[in-house]
């Protein structure tokens, strides 16, 4: 039985730049590839969390600005709209972006690690991130990540609260 690679599945610097800087800049430099993934994966977390609590504030404040009748069913279908749309064009959009941004960073940090135990390594096949986002990122698996079900539950809690507020007499 093989064993298998400790570069599998691995994208690794272009061929051209290994003669170009030693071993030991080349992984400073994928350390902080790595690093720039991850404080671009927490700023879009930081901007994800802070547009969210502005949507439900603003909900919320419609929801508290006055007893004004409104039709039940037409309410109801614009929340569930507001609801629906938050979770897909949102919610899931940086979950996506997320995923990718996490994986580049392991991808990144494993190449250090790879060079660090084996030298420098034959650059493999490119398995890029585009594919792997398009693979498994397309379906609605960002509804059972934790954060991403908060985020939409809030958002369904707001929109019941100004429901139940709003058509109240």
């Known amino acids: ?87 897909v064009f949102w919610v899931r959009y940086n979950w996506t972006r997320n995923q990718a941004d996490l994986r580049e960073a392991f991808n990144y940090v494993g190449q250090a690690h790879d060079r660090l135990l084996i030298g420098t390594p034959p650059c493999p096949p490119d398995s890029s991130a585009q594919k792997w986002l398009h693979k498994h990122c397309s379906r609605l698996e960002f509804i059972a990540a934790p954060p991403c079900l908060f985020e939409m539950l809030i958002s369904a809690f707001v929109a019941f609260f100004v429901f139940l507020n709003r058509c109240t007499i």
């Open 1 to 87: 039985m093989a064993t298998p690679s400790l570069t599998a599945g691995r994208r690794f610097f272009p061929p051209f730049l290994e003669g170009v800087m030693s071993e030991s800049e080349a992984i400073k430099q994928i350390i902080d590839l790595a690093n720039f993934r991850l404080s671009r994966w927490m700023d879009r977390r930081k901007h994800e969390w802070t547009i969210s609590a502005g949507l439900w504030v603003g909900l919320g404040a419609t929801a508290l600005s006055g007893k004004i009748r409104v039709c039940p069913t037409a309410l109801a279908a614009l929340l569930i709209a507001f609801v629906f749309a938050h979770a």
